[in-house]
C-alpha cells in the first residue's frame, strides 16, 4: 500500500509559479510511474504530467507542455510539479498518483493522494 501527501498548492495570479510536493510512504515508488492529475469545479479529472520509475521519460498534457515540468527523487520517495506561467484555466484540484498505466489513451492511477488546491487569478 501507498499513502500519497500533496503539498504546495495555494493562490496566485496569472504568470505566477507554484512548485506542487508530493510525498511517497509505506513503500518505495522507485519502479512506479508516478503523475499528476487534476480536476477543475464540474468537470473530469484529467491527466497532467508523468514520469517513469527512472526518471528518463516524461509525459505531458499538450497545453502544459513548457509550462510544466515533472520530476522525482527516489531517494526522498517525491515528485515534484514545477508549475510555471500559470494561466486562469489551470485552476483546479491537483492529485498526486502512483503506479500509473495507460490503456487506450487514458492514464490512470492505482494510488491516489487527496490533493492540493491551486487557484489562479487572472
Known amino acids: 500500500q501507498v499513502q500519497l501527501v500533496e503539498s504546495g498548492g495555494g493562490l496566485v495570479q496569472a504568470g505566477d509559479s507554484l512548485r506542487l510536493s508530493c510525498a511517497a510512504s509505506?513503500?518505495?515508488?522507485?519502479?512506479?510511474?508516478m503523475g499528476w492529475f487534476r480536476q477543475a469545479p464540474g468537470r473530469e479529472r484529467e491527466f497532467v504530467a508523468a514520469i517513469t520509475g527512472n526518471g528518463n521519460a516524461t509525459y505531458r498534457k499538450d497545453s502544459v507542455r513548457g509550462r510544466f515540468t515533472i520530476s522525482r527523487d527516489n531517494a526522498k520517495n517525491t515528485v515534484d510539479l514545477q508549475m510555471n506561467s500559470l494561466r486562469p484555466e489551470d485552476t483546479a484540484l491537483y492529485y498526486c498518483a502512483a503506479d500509473l498505466s495507460l490503456r487506450l489513451g487514458r492514464w490512470s492511477g492505482r494510488y491516489w493522494g487527496q490533493g492540493t488546491q491551486v487557484t489562479v487569478s487572472s
Open positions: 509505506g513503500r518505495t515508488t522507485s519502479t512506479y510511474i
